[in-house]
């Protein structure tokens, strides 16, 4: 393939994620981008069709923070145990709780739960296909909603998670990192760069994000290796610094997540109250100590019971 002395037609400018007016500039990248896809996916279980919607949904609430590697075996074993919506819904949230184990920021698993309830409730137990039922479900945002229509049922959706935000920002908008909270511009540029074809899109969906996840990674990334490096307006304009505000870090060590994440395994492992006192042994700092765990108790992880003892939330 020759390689263009230029970006794409209308793609911005770099440093301009904006500039998307003009030809519509995903059309050079969809085919190479799927081929890639096609040859290079890796197999995971709820890509494969008995992962079904819900399937989808649950791989898609544990993604979100967590890395594949950690995320597969809890959730095998997440849909051995409740494999309908309707299984987790009988179960108390803090069963959820338990069963999210270390994958972090395990507010989560109170929403899927959540989640599994209202689609037991309101749609007889099967995950809704459109796009706005998805979003009225509670605890799913708008990137959820996208992402179960567009890979459990093959809708047209922009679905924007952070390696996708990365390939765009490089190859269309020629910058080596995206903002940090995505923005307007990024949602206009992505839904710019959407086929229209339905089952396309939903391909170019999956593929996209794919690309970010093993090839245009946040470092090291393999530009020999990817389908559209001719094409690619970061790596035609010389690959620029990032020169926006400093990338936010995700430091553990020391937080409240970390004395959070101490005192929940505490309650995890137990099968009945805790004491306030095994508790207090988690952490040596009282102030934060305490602090953690009301704010587990407020986000409705942990209930403290009247005599000094807590548990994971039965209802
Ligand atoms: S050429 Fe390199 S920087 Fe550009 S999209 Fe591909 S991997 Fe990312």
Known sequence: MTAPTKPLPGSPAPGDPDRTAGTAPGEQLHA??????????????????EAGPWGVMVSEFM????????????????????????????????????????????????????????????HGGDVPSDHAQLLALPGIGEYTAAAVASFAYGRRHAVLDTNVRRVFARAVTGVQYPPNATTAAERRLARALLP??????????????ELGALVCTAKNETCHRCPITAQCAWRLAGKPEHDGPPRRGQTYAGTDRQVRGKLLAVLREAHAPVPQAVLDGVWHEPVQRARALDGLVADGLVEPLPDGMYRLPLS
Request: charged share 25%.
């Open 196 to 209: 229209e074809d339905e089952g396309t899109a939903a391909r170019w969906a999956a593929a996209s994000m």
């Open 32 to 49: 190479p981008v799927i081929a890639w896809f096609d040859e290079h996916a890796r197999d995971l279980p709820w890509r494969r069709p």
């Open 63 to 122: 993604l979100q923070q967590t890395p594949v590697s950690r995320v597969l075996p809890v959730y095998e074993q997440w849909m051995a145990r409740w494999p309908r919506p309707a299984d987790l819904a009988a179960e108390p949230p803090g069963e959820a709780v338990r069963a999210w184990g270390r994958l972090g920021y395990p507010r989560r698993a109170l929403r899927l739960h959540g989640a599994a309830v209202a689609i037991t409730e309101r």
